[in-house]
């Protein structure tokens, strides 16, 4: 069993669409994450929650909106998606408040 | 400001030599120091991590160093292998409680190509 999994693991889409990603931990982690890697594999925290309630929200656009419905659970909405958005996405759970422990496989945004 | 600079960007070692990447931060609020290595195509896993109380923490070939004066902190490969070539990242952590409650930061990141 995959202890955190995300999908799409691709998502190739025009520009101005919206598009989700979810991912699901089956580990009992409470924190949750969304990272960004970018071409450069920088990665930057975009988001975290703690049981559904969210932690750390980082300088992100409005166009980005998580959802928790449940612990096991952290999934990333994106709006009107622009060329910039491209990139890998990464969730990741951990024990309550610790750093990420577990990480997804990614999920490679293409916005064209 | 970046919070935490990792050098170097690249790396190449000879199978069986030492690898050695560096990091120092600039936050002494941080209190957790992970190390991730992560393969093409794939999520970052968690490696080895220490706390500042430590001066040292080893797993199997994997060496976690700390200068907590220095603020700064190392990871040596010993007996480097093929195997180990893959992009590392350090990443500091804040405290569990509080402002920020266990945002870590990540360096940039160290491309190590182990020849064999």
């Known amino acids: 069993d995959t202890a955190v999994s995300q999908t799409p693991k691709y998502l190739v889409t025009q520009m101005g669409n919206d598009k989700s990603i979810k991912c699901e931990q089956n580990?009992?982690?409470?924190?949750m994450y969304w990272y960004k890697q970018d071409s450069k594999k920088f990665l930057k925290i975009m988001f975290s929650?703690?049981?559904?309630?969210?932690?750390i929200n980082e300088t992100v656009p409005n166009r980005f909106s998580p959802k928790s419905p449940d612990k096991a659970h952290l999934n990333l909405h994106i709006n009107s998606l622009e060329l910039g958005d491209s990139a890998v996405y990464f969730c990741a759970s951990s024990q309550r408040y610790r750093p990420p422990a577990f990480f997804g496989q990614g999920t490679r945004l293409t916005v064209v | 400001q970046q919070q935490v600079k990792q050098s170097p960007q690249s790396l190449i070692v000879q199978k069986g030599g030492i690898s050695i990447i560096n990091c120092a931060y600039e936050n002494t609020a941080f209190d957790y120091f992970p190390w991730y290595q992560q393969f093409p195509g794939k999520g970052p896993a968690l490696l080895i991590a220490?706390?500042?109380?430590?001066s040292e923490k080893k797993e199997g070939r994997f060496t976690i160093s700390f200068n907590k004066s220095a603020k700064q902190f190392s990871l040596h490969i010993m007996d480097s292998q093929p195997g180990d070539s893959a992009t590392y990242f350090c990443a500091a952590s804040r405290p569990m409680r509080g402002t920020n409650a266990g945002k870590s930061t990540f360096g940039d990141g160290t491309t190590l190509t182990v020849k064999p």
């Open positions: 220490i706390r500042p109380d430590v």
């Open positions: 929650y703690n049981n559904k309630e969210l932690i």
């Open positions: 580990l009992g982690h409470d924190t």
